[in-house]
């Protein structure tokens, strides 16, 4: 090649028009505008300069350990050994069940965490989960049918690729929903359909409301092959009771959908007239009755909510129920490309599926970790839930469970006007504004989908202590002075 | 919904006509049809069944710590202690740099490995990267261009679905490939455009068959954008030199295609005629001279090979160089929809890139560890070579680098219709035989893309100890056995 031909060249650079065209269509809120101006101004924070607060607080994603929350120390203990079995030569401060865990673990998966595991993960693992399933719900449950992965999302992502034959199918997600349905429905090129939650109903699923969303695809043309259900509600912190379930999974049997059910919340119930169902509980008792016979259902876990907040070891586990062989031999393959899901979340899942039990000085160490940690969300669920509601112009639906409030706001004319004039939705103006004014950091409805000319956010319950209390007192008086702007 | 309709009702299950038509196209031998097998053997060897051996040795994938090779120790040590910084409050087995190592770690990042971290990973260890990467190559890195990920895969799946605008655009792969490179492509739902490598010259990458391929695609009607490079290579065991890479970068921005440059086997080079050279630090020298100024690269480099062979912990880094900000923009969104690479494995890419230094006796212990892994894959590297070499209708390639041998196979035409009899392709057949024969797990040529006609296998250097002796005994024994079978 001569300099010559170099020289003269002009290289073409990727563009965003050049780029896949589904990476661009894609949107994810829960870090976008907001969440990074908040970082800027950590940044400065840092640098010494000057705002209205000295710190940013994070309410824009469920990351309790990034909030104080303290990680339980049966988890962390047996890991340590794990990652470290030379450890286990040595006098250690941690309880004997500890130490006899590690060593099981090692026993029954002797390559330790430094191999790839199978593709669906530790055998072992797998053993568990299938055990905490069949307790949890009363029917037996398959390891084979068990995959572990990277977080619920990458289960999630597998799921919504795997249904979508093409460009003319659709996903049925709620509105609002967690965007990382409608973030990955855009990368695998298929259609969102939304289908609307009932705000003044608790964020209720009406058979309805399914109907309608389905009817309104299926006349544009989408070929409509699976409805996702988020129980407990992301954003809503929404609980679904049993019969809604059914409600639900009868009617997607009937219009031969596949149901993905994200119950990464399972754990996370603060009201007590509210538990937690599994869909696979319905669906086999269902089946028990002659309904719903071979509907197809996968299911989602996390360890980074509940009460361990694990949300850094990335563990979590995708179930899939009555799936065909050759569609299960698809299932593997994808999740042989991955290799394997991390071995630390791995055996952190073990560890959340299969806590130390009974009476045993770590079972009582467990529980009292566990009720605290649950108690408080419970106590910062009810006291944001009561905070919205006290505040002129804003509602907010009760807080049963997940980790999640979704307020709604009535805004001013004049307020939507000045969003409008800097190209901002008013939600994220509003969002925007709070950021400055107060330091927390909350996304706004937009991000998460909402009915047209409504407008939410999404904030956590996972501030804890007196950055807890000073939330509950700046939110309202941020309110009243931001709205006193505009009348 | 009444019970009558709901027992009319055939439910339609998915099927392999009608879930995603891409995940059906992809295909991933490393774990396909031989490696399953194997899995089965397994089982049955463990059920007390008989066959010709004792144990399956796993050559199918480069997974070192299954095949005996320790972790170091100063990696599992500072790993313990970040999982477990309890442990530091009490008298432990450790080095003080340990210690160190970890108290610093948890300073730079106080969250711990529990909570999400930033989309591009910790910004301590991003840092280190960007001095790594700058120490190797002699030119400043930016921390703000380096992306942790889930081991190298996530990030070569990154690139790919982001440098591929529609199911017109293809990326350039070598032949043979790592079947990662053909899989991901698949899935996104662009083209695979192969090139040639030349065996004869050691699987060389040469100038002329990059035009020939790059030519035959774009008559194909193909908008080729990028080109991947695996090197050292994966899985033919060559290394480029500074002079080959300048040869592929110059040609590549006449062409304008962006470069991936898969350099995960860095550290894995075994001949004194070679040294790893990286793409960049051969971009920067030719951008020096006025040549392929601007050019886009994507680096990968993971924590699962080298001398580390950490594969479960799922750590890696990609580097871009020379993005547009709009087109990074679409990078970080990417990166933020998977929430964030697991902090294990970042932690892992942090002693990678940083390991102990000097004459402390850290260093001295981690040294002592690292040069006794590397010198004995060097051994096994070369006695493999001779091992192939030595048999007849055998012939393999200098394996100067990664963890694999690719030797070529002379099929006698009886076996070539046997094979065609079970509708198998001869080198599947063989290494099918081979796995029922001795045990002995690889992975069959056609799964990498071989030129047509030409049969290969690929097989790891990593059998140790007494399985690496008898691995070296048996292969040839078995040909001879087999190849008489055909005569």
Redesign the interface.
Request: charged residues 15%; hydrophobic residues 35%; positive net charge.
């Given at each position: 090649?001569s300099?010559l031909?170099?020289?003269n060249?002009s290289?073409?650079?990727?563009?965003?028009d050049?780029?896949?065209?589904?990476?661009?269509a894609?949107?994810?809120s829960?870090?976008g505008a907001v969440p990074l101006r908040a970082?800027e101004i950590k940044e400065d924070l840092k640098a010494g300069k000057h705002f209205p607060f000295s710190n940013v607080v994070s309410c824009n994603?469920g990351?309790?350990?990034?909030l104080q929350?303290l990680?339980l120390?049966f988890l962390?203990?047996v890991?340590?050994?794990v990652?470290?079995p030379?450890?286990l030569?040595?006098p250690?401060?941690f309880d004997d069940e500890v130490l006899a865990r590690a060593k099981a673990f090692l026993k029954a998966n002797p390559?330790?965490?430094?191999?790839?595991?199978?593709?669906q993960g530790f055998s072992s693992v797998r053993g568990e989960v299938a055990a905490f399933i069949g307790a949890r719900d009363g029917h037996p449950t398959d390891p084979a049918s068990i995959y572990l992965t990277?977080?619920a999302?990458e289960g999630v992502k597998m799921a919504l690729?795997?249904?979508?034959?093409?460009s003319e199918s659709g996903v049925m997600i709620p509105m609002p929903q967690y965007p990382?349905y409608s973030?990955?429905l855009a990368?695998?090129?298929a259609r969102a359909v939304s289908y609307a939650l009932c705000e003044e109903e608790g964020w209720s699923t009406r058979v309805e409301d399914l109907e309608a969303s389905y009817c309104a695809a299926v006349d544009a043309g989408t070929k409509v092959?699976a409805i996702a259900v988020i129980n407990p509600g992301n954003p809503t912190g929404g609980v679904l009771t049993g019969q809604a379930i059914a409600d639900i999974l009868?009617?997607a049997?009937?219009k031969?959908l596949?149901v993905l059910a994200d119950e990464v919340y399972q754990e996370n119930i603060y009201v007590d007239t509210k538990r937690f169902v599994s869909f696979k509980k319905v669906l086999r008792t269902l089946e028990s009755q002659?309904?719903?016979?071979?509907?197809?259902l996968f299911s989602f876990h996390s360890t980074?909510k509940g009460f361990l907040?694990?949300?850094?070891?990335?563990g979590g586990y995708m179930e899939i129920i009555?799936?065909?062989p050759?569609?299960i031999a698809?299932v593997y393959?994808?999740a042989?490309?991955?290799?394997?899901?991390?071995?630390?979340?791995q055996l952190a899942v073990s560890l959340m599926v299969n806590p130390p039990q009974g009476d045993s000085p770590a079972a009582k160490v467990y529980r009292t970790e566990r009720d605290s940690i649950l108690d408080s969300l419970k106590s910062r669920a009810a006291r944001s839930e009561a905070m919205f509601n006290s505040i002129e112009g804003v509602s907010c639906q009760p807080v049963e469970g997940a980790l999640y409030a979704f307020p709604k706001l009535t805004l001013p004319a004049k307020l939507i006007e000045a969003a409008e004039a800097v190209g901002q939705a008013p939600d994220l103006f509003y969002c925007m504004a709070m950021l400055d004014a107060i330091g927390v950091c909350v996304v706004p409805g937009s991000g998460f989908n909402q009915v047209e000319g409504t407008w939410h956010f999404r904030t956590t319950v996972l501030p804890s202590g007196e950055q807890f209390e000073q939330y509950l007192r700046n939110v309202p008086k941020f309110h009243r002075e931001f709205m006193a702007r505009f009348q």
């Open positions: 090649m300099t031909q170099e020289t060249h290289y073409k650079k990727l563009t965003v050049s780029i896949s065209k589904k990476i661009v894609a949107q994810y829960v870090r970082n994603i990351n309790p350990q990034a929350q990680p120390s962390r203990e890991a340590a050994l990652v470290c030379t450890l030569n040595h250690l401060p390559t330790g965490l430094g191999a790839y595991t199978h593709s990277n977080g999302s690729s795997l249904v979508c034959a093409d990382l973030a990955s990368l695998t090129g092959t009868e009617w049997y009937a031969n596949v002659d309904k719903c016979l071979g509907l197809q980074s907040g694990e949300c850094g070891l990335r009555n799936l065909d050759a569609v698809q393959k994808l042989s490309i991955n290799l394997c899901p991390n071995t630390l979340g």
